[in-house]
């Protein structure tokens, strides 16, 4: 399966189901933990969300931050997350993380539930993007699902980049990037790559606060699709 075909129908997804999205934060008591947990992480200054979605996590980061530069795909999500947060700290933006260069440097760089809907292929590419993002001293910080979610979720077996099948209200279906990372191999990638990264689990979930490597110099997403 060719990444760029799945990413489209990954995209065409959560575009469809934005208005479904929120649901999982309204039935599992865990993800309110989680969502706290941003009042305990070192959050600070200029702060770059990365697939902010709905917004669920906006609003707590501006509470933390000098500025907010939201980013995502889909539009109908990003209108969902403009009517969420009403500081004027935030500002949103409409872009493919695949192909969209940040303007500028920034202290903080996160993402929750993002980094298992990177292929392998180009997780590379995505982790020298971020470095490329922090300023001098800056920190990743980011939160997903562990292992323990495919039980949860319709893995597809055989595949070339591991995916799963989300199905909406309306009955429609579509296949999505679903790496469940292991808290342990992440962090000995991270590292290999130049990190300086500390992996916590919570529930199921891993929370992440990572360094860049100091060399870290601008690399465009041209370079993605180097094997990590």
């Not at 929120?22 to 008591?29: K, L, M, S, T």
């Not at 595949?159 to 469940?180: E, W």
Request: net charge negative; proline share 7%; hydrophobic share 45%.
């Amino acid at each position: 399966m060719d990444d760029d075909v799945l990413l489209a129908e990954q995209r065409a997804y959560y575009r469809a189901g934005a208005a479904e999205y929120d649901r999982p934060y309204a039935e599992y008591e865990a993800l309110h933990e989680l969502l706290a947990v941003v009042d305990d992480l070192p959050i600070a200054g200029d702060v770059l969300e990365l697939a902010c979605g709905t917004g669920q996590w906006t609003p707590r980061l501006a509470a933390r931050a000098r500025s907010v530069t939201a980013v995502d795909a889909a539009t109908e999500m990003l209108a969902l997350a403009r009517a969420r947060t009403h500081s004027p700290a935030v500002q949103f933006v409409e872009a493919d993380l695949f192909e969209w260069q940040p303007p500028r440097r920034y202290d903080t760089v996160f993402f929750a539930f993002w980094l298992s809907h990177v292929p392998p292929t180009r997780l590379r590419g995505f982790w020298n993007t971020v470095a490329a993002a922090l300023a001098p001293g800056g920190k990743a910080i980011f939160i997903d699902d562990g292992p323990a979610a495919a039980a949860y979720e319709e893995v597809l077996a055989n595949q070339p980049t591991p995916a799963a099948l989300r199905r909406l209200d309306d009955g429609s279906q579509y296949r999505i990037v679903k790496v469940f990372h292991d808290a342990q191999t992440l962090t000995d990638d991270l590292t290999a790559l130049g990190w300086s990264v500390r992996i916590r689990t919570m529930a199921g979930n891993f929370i992440g606060v990572a360094e860049p490597p100091t060399t870290a110099g601008p690399r465009r997403h041209g370079d993605a699709r180097d094997p990590s």
